[in-house]
C-alpha cells in the first residue's frame, strides 16, 4: 500500500506558476506509476498527467501539454507537478493518485491523496 499527501496549492494569478507536491509513504513507492488529477465545483474530476515509475514516460491532458511537467524523485518519495501559464479554468482540487500499473493510474487508480486547493484568479 501506499499513502499520499499533496501540498503547494494556493491562490495565483493568471499566468503564474505553482508547484505541487504528492509525497508518499509506504513501501516500494519507486515500484508505482503516479497520476494527477483535478476536479472543479460542479464538475467531474479530469486526468492531467501521469508518470510512470521511473519518470521516464508521461502522459498529459491535452488541456496542460505544453504548460503542465510531471516529475518524480523516487530518493524522496516525492512526484511533482509544476504548472506554469495557468489559466482561470485551472481552478480545481488537485489529487494525486497511485497505481501498480501504468496504464491504470491514467483511468482508474488504487490510491488517491486527500487533495490541494488551487485557485487561478483572472
Known amino acids: 500500500q501506499v499513502q499520499l499527501a499533496e501540498s503547494g496549492g494556493g491562490l495565483v494569478q493568471g499566468g503564474g506558476s505553482l508547484r505541487l507536491s504528492c509525497a508518499a509513504s509506504g513501501r516500494n513507492f519507486s515500484r508505482y506509476a503516479i497520476g494527477w488529477f483535478r476536479q472543479a465545483p460542479g464538475q467531474a474530476r479530469e486526468f492531467v498527467a501521469a508518470s510512470d515509475w521511473s519518470g521516464g514516460s508521461t502522459y498529459y491532458a491535452d488541456s496542460v501539454k505544453g504548460r503542465f511537467t510531471i516529475s518524480r524523485d523516487n530518493a524522496k518519495n516525492t512526484v511533482y507537478l509544476q504548472m506554469n501559464s495557468l489559466k482561470p479554468e485551472d481552478t480545481a482540487v488537485y489529487y494525486c493518485?497511485?497505481?501498480?500499473?501504468?496504464?491504470?493510474?491514467?483511468?482508474?487508480?488504487?490510491?488517491w491523496g486527500q487533495g490541494t486547493q488551487v485557485t487561478i484568479s483572472s
Open positions: 493518485a497511485a497505481d501498480s500499473l501504468y496504464g491504470d493510474v491514467v483511468s482508474h487508480p488504487d490510491y
